[in-house]
């Protein structure tokens, strides 16, 4: 398997433009996460799916946020509309529910000017 | 206060040992991790210990674990400049969505 795969690796936009991170889990696995990673608070989990449903998105920062994960091999970050303070390294993670191990993308790198 | 903290800086010099230190604040967790981060890369796991040992001991790595304390290590052996990365450490309960630290960036110097 190729891991984790996550599009695009950067991506600078305008601000107030739609933003949509896409990844690709590790065949099998059925736990995906979202994270974000800045220097100011450091890695934050935004949101987790179990077989494909959101558990919990207590960490999506506010409504211009959505996650979506139509099947078990795809999932989309989307912000709308962006701004600067969007920021940051967005990381997918995927595992097995009952792994201990983790295995992350190499992450979206998005500036929003 | 953060679930996980963890300094943020580390230096050593080549050769010598790392330590790199983590406190939590769960009592329930149940697994407590470090992953490495390299430069424009994600998080790989290092190494993991189940919340009832002390020790775990993999070739160049020590973990231990002061339960008591919710205090984590890492100690790595004879550093090498290829060590030069970020560490998080990281704790989960029985949903293994782990919790990370801010992470640690450790520099080796010649």
């Known amino acids: 398997d190729a891991g984790v795969i996550q599009s695009p690796r950067h991506e600078v936009t305008e601000m107030g433009q739609e933003v949509t991170l896409r990844c690709k889990p590790i065949?099998?696995?059925?736990?995906l996460f979202w994270y974000r990673q800045t220097m100011m608070r450091g890695l934050e989990l935004l949101i987790y799916?179990?077989?494909?449903?959101?558990?919990?998105d207590s960490g999506m920062p506010e409504d211009r946020f959505s996650a979506k994960m139509p099947n078990a091999s795809f999932s989309t970050l989307k912000i709308q509309p962006s701004e600067p303070r969007d920021s940051a390294v967005y990381f997918c993670?995927?595992?097995?529910?009952?792994?201990?191990?983790?295995?992350f993308g190499q992450g979206t790198r998005l500036t929003v000017v | 206060g953060e679930d996980v903290e963890q300094s943020l800086f580390l230096s050593v010099r080549e050769g010598d040992s790392s330590v790199i230190n983590c406190t939590y604040t769960?009592?329930?967790?149940?697994?407590l991790y470090w992953y490495k981060q390299e430069p424009g890369a994600g998080l790989q796991l290092l190494t993991y210990?189940?919340?009832?040992?002390d020790m775990k001991q993999d070739q160049r790595l020590t973990v231990l674990l002061n339960k008591k304390d919710k205090h984590l290590s890492l100690r790595i052996a004879d550093t090498q400049t290829g060590d030069s990365a970020i560490y998080f450490c990281?704790?989960?309960?029985?949903?293994?969505?782990?919790?990370f630290g801010r992470g640690t960036s450790l520099i080796v110097h010649p």
């Open positions: 799916f179990n077989n494909n449903v959101p558990i919990d």
């Open positions: 769960d009592s329930s967790s149940t697994y």
């Open positions: 993670a995927s595992t097995f529910s009952s792994d201990t191990e983790a295995f």
């Open positions: 065949s099998g696995h059925n736990s």
């Open positions: 990281a704790e989960s309960g029985g949903s293994y969505i782990p919790t």
């Open positions: 210990i189940f919340s009832n040992m």
